[in-house]
T-cell receptor, first 114, second 115 residues
């Protein structure tokens, strides 16, 4: 079945460092891909998405490009802030059976210190 | 103007009890979902309803019974609670089901602790 693999955390960075969180997927067809973020003690928020190959999703300085050839959707940010500390989830849209469901990766915890 | 809301936010209860979690969305969406996040933060879908009809049931124990009184509400009732049910339960909604581009919007979660 479909699956998502994320790099294990925690990722610990200094403020203004460059961030990459790797995400690869296995799927039949070409699913939409998503990054969700969960701040401490809060629910999931959609960060960005891409719906087809070579699409780039972006939001709040974060970017991810849908790479069909490498089945990847890595999350990047040029300069992280302390407020970016959270757990980041990569997900794909599984349409098997004709109904939507999100398949999530295990999550990557990011800790940014001043 | 909360889009997807859940009550309660926290729920602490004893093993063997029966409890319910409520979810409401004001986005006018047709499809709603329940996801479970375990202690290791792993998220997995449990159920999905489309226009009050159950369309996804991911081999969840039958102690869990979702109920959708109307399109805007999807409640989760849990009988005979077990320690392993301790988790964060997220409700979500999307405009419809069946489309590859449908974004799911999540509620704030209900943190359930079974003692």
């Amino acid at each position: 079945g479909d699956s998502v693999t994320q790099m294990e955390g925690p990722v610990t960075l200094s403020e203004e460092a460059f961030l990459t969180i790797n995400c690869t997927y296995t799927a039949t067809g070409y699913p939409s891909l998503f990054w969700y973020v969960q701040y401490p003690g809060e629910g999931l928020q959609l960060l960005l998405k891409a719906t087809k190959a070579d699409d780039k999703g972006s939001n709040k300085g974060f970017e991810a490009t849908y790479r069909k050839e490498t089945t990847s959707f890595h999350l990047e940010k040029g300069s992280v802030q302390v407020s970016d500390s959270a757990v980041y989830f990569c997900a794909l849209m599984d349409l098997s059976g004709g109904y939507n469901k999100l398949i999530f990766g295990a999550g990557t915890r990011l800790a940014v210190h001043p | 103007d909360t889009a997807v809301s859940q009550t309660p936010k926290y729920l602490v209860t004893q093993m063997g009890n029966d409890k319910s979690i409520k979810c409401e969305q004001n986005l006018g969406h047709d499809t709603m979902y329940w996801y479970k996040q375990d202690s290791k933060k792993f998220l997995k879908i449990m159920f999905s309803y489309n226009n009050k009809e159950l369309i996804i049931n991911e081999t969840v124990p039958n102690r869990f019974s979702p109920k959708s009184p109307d399109k805007a509400h999807l409640n989760l009732h849990i009988n005979s609670l077990e320690l392993g049910d301790s988790a964060v339960y997220f409700c979500a909604s999307s405009r419809r089901t069946g489309g590859n581009q449908e974004t799911q919007y999540f509620g704030p979660g209900t943190r359930l602790l079974v003692l």
